[in-house]
């Protein structure tokens, strides 16, 4: 019975040794083991948090650049003044954008000042006269052209028309070319067969238009500025000389031209000293043409005047919403010190 309680002694005695070592190597195994990844674990918190917090700083220091500082709700108040306002405001912005939109889309009309001669050198440029002669009948009137390449026509009957006026007035009209060289054109008895016994170039000039007609409501030019322009009193035996300055005038493929003028009238004595009346029209083309061009505004430009349009409205909106305002408080403050 010792040696079988004395075996089993000495045989339990190293089972517990062993198991003893095994617990205490696995709990070093375990602890080895799970060391380094709670340490790392903890270093990585730790970092990301300081990574937070310098970029948090970085973030609230940029913040301190911002020249639009925002007020919280809560410290604002609506008023149905300030809505009203706004409401006129937004729609006001509305209207000027409409505006400047269809003003970018559509463009401006300019003019330009060229040296220049339109069309070519040997065109002729066409004229259309239509003037009132009460006191003259139609069988002595006549048309006279003259340049100085030498022309010289007398009494000029080519799409010509005398329409009598009672009994002794006629209106005369006429279509026919001119050189572009210096000359005239003059209303005269010259082609008459016989004078009459009294010639009275009393005048109403309805029209005289070189060139083609523009009828263009942005062109405003002196195109026809003898419309209407009438000579009725004076000496029968006047002659009444227009002097005018031609300017060739370019919109789009169409060639008019204005023309500035100057009058006088005298007493002009032909052949044996008989004193022989006409009307006169002296003309001179200007070597300076006139181009009307449709040109668009610059993008930038719309912007800019877009930004200007709405920074302006709501900076003068807000200005009178705080003079209304305030005006509101001071009476409220003025009626509850009267009340007190």
């Not at 009275?200 to 083609?212: P, Y």
Request: some cysteine; glycine content about 8%.
């Amino acid at each position: 019975m010792r040696q079988t309680g004395g075996g089993e002694g000495r045989g339990a005695f190293p089972r517990v040794v062993v198991a003893v070592n095994i617990h205490q190597l696995t709990r070093r195994s375990l602890t080895a083991a799970t060391s380094p990844w709670d340490s790392s674990a903890w270093t990585c918190e730790a970092n990301s948090s300081k990574l937070r917090s310098q970029s948090s700083q970085r973030v609230m220091a940029g913040a301190g650049f911002d020249i639009y500082r925002k007020v919280p709700k809560d410290l604002t108040q609506p008023t149905v003044t300030g809505a009203v306002i706004s409401i006129l405001c937004v729609a006001f912005i509305l209207l000027l954008l409409f505006l400047e939109f269809f003003h970018f889309l559509s463009g401006e009309l300019v003019q330009e000042l060229h040296v220049d001669n339109p069309g070519e050198t040997t065109e002729r440029i066409p004229v259309y006269i239509k003037v009132e002669l009460p006191r003259l009948k139609c069988d002595y009137i006549g048309l006279d052209i003259q340049d100085d390449l030498g022309r010289h026509e007398v009494g000029f009957v080519e799409n010509t028309n005398k329409n009598p006026i009672g009994d002794k007035g006629c209106m005369f009209e006429a279509n026919f070319f001119i050189n572009k060289v210096p000359g005239n054109f003059h209303v005269s008895t010259h082609s008459a067969d016989r004078q009459p016994d009294e010639i009275d170039f009393a005048h109403v000039i309805h029209e005289l238009r070189f060139g083609k007609k523009l009828n263009h409501p942005d062109i405003v030019g002196k195109f026809n500025p003898l419309h209407q322009h009438s000579k009725l009193d004076g000496n029968s035996l006047e002659s009444h000389d227009y002097v005018m300055k031609v300017v060739p005038t370019i919109h789009e493929d169409a060639i008019a031209y204005q023309y500035t003028h100057a009058y006088r009238s005298y007493i002009s004595f032909g052949h044996g000293g008989r004193v022989v009346p006409a009307l006169w029209f002296k003309y001179d083309l200007t070597p300076i043409t006139v181009k009307y061009l449709r040109k668009r505004q610059p993008f930038y430009s719309f912007i800019t005047k877009t930004c200007a349009i709405i920074g302006g409205t709501f900076t003068v909106a807000g200005i009178l919403d705080s003079l209304v305002f305030s005006a509101w408080q001071i009476i409220k403050k003025i009626e509850i010190g009267k009340q007190s």
